[in-house]
């Protein structure tokens, strides 16, 4: 076994595909940690490495797919979350 699988147990084959491919990208990924599951850890590693619009593979479909595009289909949720969202304003006085 080597030290990858290790490092990091993962609970898909996608989530080890997005391990393998952010350390293909030279990306740093935290190690493993009772406070961030691995969803957070890949979550961090897309944003700080600035991956985020980078082709990662294919899809099922064959289109290509970019690290935040996958993010969303395997967890359902965005990669940055709060994209997107309108921040309160101050109310004036």
């Not at 391990?19 to 599951?37: C, E, N, T």
């Amino acid at each position: 076994m080597n030290q990858a699988a290790l490092d990091f147990p993962v609970t898909t084959q996608a989530e080890s595909y997005i391990v393998k491919r952010l350390r293909d990208h030279g990306a740093f990924i935290y190690p493993v940690s009772d406070a961030f599951p691995l969803k957070e850890r890949i979550r961090r590693s897309i944003l700080d490495s600035k991956l985020d619009c980078i082709v990662i593979g294919r899809n099922l479909g064959g289109k290509v797919e970019t690290y935040a595009q996958l993010f969303e289909r395997l967890y359902g949720e965005p990669l940055e979350p709060t994209k997107g969202k309108k921040r309160a304003q101050p109310q004036p006085a």
